[in-house]
């Protein structure tokens, strides 16, 4: 008879499967929870921490010997405990799946709450952030044709993508693993070595991605705050961040996760709204509308920043842990990549018809009337009047990103603790480790303070590799195992990714060095 100890019930019995074998002659036949010694089991006994597995024999004690002997004694420390099945709680489902003489697949308890709707949801939700700023530009830069398109094959890209991390993580789970993350699915495949590459790929894509969100406060301030230059805005953006590194729990800030949710629909309505005034009242001649791109280079750069308004990938483990229904995850994949693609190319669709060609790489920065806003005209030259539609814009962008930002810088800092024992136990060390996240964000946000130029170059690298090409590998992997399905279309995923990773990077960084040179000419200018 096997003997499970309390440890691990703890390790597995909130999760979906774990495997057990059965020794010596008993044949496992009844699984009980057990609680504090009480006969009468509540809903917290059944899911407390001293709670022990035991196998019950098919006949009498003296069958199976001294083994079960201890059993009937009840030992906790053996893990070992005989009940009635009568008395487990009514959700137990541990003992519907047994064998004669092995326990294969116990299946556990699925406490998820998530119905596969509010799945999609939460990914609608996810994908819908401040990145949207940028889709009116990628549009105007492609053209009408070519940017639609791109911007419905980032759609399908990234759904293709994410089905193919879900395919993963079942193959895991139905080998009996419990991937908390997708960094658990490469150990899986490729070993520890794997996982903590891949952990410290995607932490630099994070505090790089925050970055970029302290440059977008920064402008959004500015559209408050003209008086002042777009690099002090930045320097004030990046000062309000910067406690995140004595951050211990995000308990009290992530309560405020639903602001994401409304953020998400201010963003549509006042970006729709906005580009209704601008086709209405700004001259003709300052809408240029294209069918086609100017410049094809640009292209798969442009393509991988519309990826990066999608791109759910890294909380599909969490999510698919949390569902009622594991299994609908790639429903839910599906039908919020339709939603979210339907809402981006009629959001971009009208951005690009209210501005044309001249709208703003961030489209806040459009909403004023000539000479332009402050941060794409000259500090010297006095902006005009701002659209109401902007200054709504601008609060709901700095305050879905004040709880997004200390968010992701903590996701960050707590993966990094979770994978080198010495952040756990040197003071030193861990500051340190928290000082360079944070810092690392501020450097971008202060040296680089280039909204679509640094979001083209984080995409075209670490996006591409952890949304698409990681998950091509993982999948290939499993595929030699006959553990998932890699065929025709998952290779074209892979060319694709690796295509838009060698030319978007060259065409982006191109970008950036222009940005940058017009930039110091700007400032050179000034003095």
């Given at each position: ?396 962008v700095v305050t879905n990103l004040a709880v997004t930002i200390p968010i992701v810088l903590y996701c960050v800092i707590f993966t990094m603790e979770s994978q080198f024992a010495t952040l756990k ?103």
């Open positions: 008879m096997a003997v499970v100890s309390s440890k691990e019930i703890k390790e597995h019995c909130d999760f979906e499967a774990t495997e057990f074998d059965v020794e010596g002659g008993c044949d496992a036949k009844t699984l009980s929870p057990f609680g504090d010694g009480d006969d009468d089991l509540e809903d917290e006994d059944y899911m407390n921490e001293d709670m022990v597995i035991c196998t019950l024999k098919r006949g009498s004690t003296s069958d199976c010997g001294s083994d079960d002997q201890r059993c009937d004694r009840g030992s906790e420390e053996d893990g070992l405990i005989s009940k009635d099945l009568e008395k487990l709680p009514r959700q137990d489902s541990c003992a519907s799946n047994f064998s004669t003489g092995s326990l294969s697949k116990v299946k556990v308890p699925n406490h998820g709450q998530v119905t596969t709707w509010a799945a999609t949801t939460n990914l609608v939700t996810c994908m819908i952030g401040a990145s949207v700023l940028s889709l009116p530009k990628m549009v105007a830069d492609s053209g009408w044709i070519m940017g639609v398109a791109m911007l419905v094959l980032a759609g399908g890209t990234s759904s293709r993508a994410s089905q193919m991390v879900c395919q993963s993580l079942h193959a895991v789970r139905e080998s009996g693993g419990d991937p908390q993350s997708i960094g658990d699915v490469v150990e899986v495949c490729f070993g520890i070595r794997s996982k903590k590459l891949v952990l410290v790929l995607v932490s630099i894509f994070q505090i790089c991605k925050c970055g970029v969100y302290f440059v977008v406060v920064g402008a959004n301030l500015h559209y408050w705050l003209d008086t002042l230059t777009s690099r002090q805005c930045t320097f004030i953006a990046v000062g309000c961040g910067f406690w995140t590194v004595f951050i211990r729990s995000v308990s009290t800030i992530s309560k405020g996760a639903a602001l994401g949710a409304l953020a998400s629909v201010v963003y549509i309505l006042s970006i729709s709204s906005a580009s209704a005034t601008a086709a209405s009242s700004l001259p003709i001649e300052t809408r240029s509308l294209h069918m086609w791109p100017e410049n094809l280079g640009n292209l798969p750069q442009i393509f991988a920043v519309m990826l990066y308004a999608y791109s759910p990938a890294d909380v599909l483990p969490t999510l698919q842990k949390d569902m009622v229904q594991p299994e609908q995850l790639p429903v839910a994949v599906f039908a919020s990549h339709v939603i979210v693609a339907l809402a981006y190319v009629a959001l971009a669709c009208a951005g690009y018809f209210g501005w044309g060609r001249s709208v703003a790489g961030n489209v806040l920065q459009s909403m004023c009337e000539p000479p332009g806003c402050p941060g794409v005209i000259p500090d010297d030259v006095r902006p005009g009047a701002k659209w109401t539609s902007g200054y709504i814009l601008s609060i709901a136990t040197s003071r030193f060390a861990n500051l340190t480790m928290r000082l360079g996240v944070v810092l690392g964000s501020v450097a971008i946000a202060l040296f680089v303070p280039f909204f679509i130029e640094i979001l083209g170059v984080i995409s075209t690298v670490l996006l591409v590799s952890i949304q698409i090409l990681l998950p091509c590998i993982i999948s290939w992997s499993l595929s030699r195992e006959g553990k998932s399905r890699f065929g025709a279309l998952e290779y074209g995923l892979f060319v694709l990714g690796c295509v838009v990773m060698v030319i978007g990077l060259n065409s982006s960084l191109r970008n950036l060095a222009a940005a940058i040179r017009a930039a110091n000419s700007k400032q050179t200018g000034g003095a």
